[in-house]
C-alpha cells in the first residue's frame, strides 16, 4: 500500500540490547493505554505477518544461520520491516491507534550499522527506503549495561540461545554504546531509561515520557 503524510496515531518504539525488558514495558504500557481506552497494536520486529515471521525464522533459527553475512542480515530485517510497516503499522496509524513495535529501523542502524561494522550511508538508505516517512514518534531505549544483559539472556527460558542471543560481549558493548550515541544525537525523539531499576519504577518514567511527549 502507498505510505500517506497524514496520520492521527502514535508510534512508539522500544529499543535497547537483548535482555534489557523491552518486552515487559511494552505490555506494561499497552495495558495503560488500553485503560484510556485507546486502540492500541503491538509489534514485534522481525515479525508481525506472515512474511515478516517466515524472515524472522531466517534470521534467527537458521541452521546456516552463522554464515550470514552482515549485508544479507541488514536486507532481510528491512525486508520484514518493510512488510510489517505497510501491512500493519501504517494502517493502524491511519485509524488513529497508538503502535507500540518492540524494535524498529533503529535497531539496524545499531546492530548491523555498528555492532556489525557496516557503512552508515546504505544502512540508513535502506532503512528509510523500508518505512517511507512512517517514522517514531518517540524512542524509548532501555539500557542496561552489558554485563547485565549478558546474565539476563543466560537466566532466561531454557530454550536454546538464538543467533543474536549467541554474540559475544564485544558486539553487545557495541550494541549499548551505539544506542547511547544515537539517543544522545536525536534527544527530541529518544528517552534513555535506566534498565537497572524495579520494574514498576521503570514503567513510571516510561509513562511520564509518553504523556510528556505525544499526550
Request: hydrophobic share 40%; with cysteine.
Amino acid at each position: 500500500m502507498p505510505l500517506k503524510q497524514s496520520r492521527s496515531g502514535k508510534l512508539i518504539s522500544f529499543e535497547g540490547s537483548e535482555g534489557s525488558g523491552k518486552s515487559t514495558q511494552i505490555a506494561r504500557l499497552a495495558a495503560r493505554l488500553q485503560k484510556i481506552p485507546r486502540d492500541v497494536v503491538t509489534v514485534r520486529e522481525p515479525g508481525g505477518t506472515e512474511i515478516g515471521e517466515q524472515i524472522r525464522n531466517i534470521i534467527v533459527h537458521n541452521s546456516r544461520g552463522e554464515e550470514m553475512c552482515a549485508e544479507t542480515e541488514l536486507l532481510l530485517f528491512a525486508a520484514a520491516r518493510a512488510q510489517l510497516v505497510r501491512e500493519v503499522i501504517a494502517p493502524a496509524l491511519l485509524r488513529g491507534a497508538t503502535v507500540l513495535s518492540d524494535r524498529y529501523l533503529d535497531s539496524s542502524t545499531v546492530y548491523q550499522g555498528v555492532a556489525r561494522n557496516l557503512s552508515m550511508d546504505p544502512v540508513n538508505q535502506i532503512n528509510h527506503f523500508a518505512v517511507g516517512n512512517v517514522m517514531p514518534d518517540i524512542t524509548v531505549v532501555i539500557d542496561v549495561p552489558t554485563e547485565v544483559s549478558l546474565t539476563r539472556i543466560r537466566q532466561r527460558a531454557s530454550d536454546l540461545p538464538d543467533r543474536m542471543e549467541r554474540e559475544n560481549i564485544d558486539f553487545y558493548t557495541k550494541v549499548r554504546e551505539g544506542y547511547l550515541v544515537l539517543a544522545k544525537g536525536l534527544p527530541e525523539r529518544f528517552v534513555v531509561i535506566d534498565g537497572t531499576q524495579t520494574e514498576d519504577v521503570i514503567d513510571k518514567k516510561i509513562w511520564a515520557a509518553v504523556k510528556e511527549r505525544i499526550g
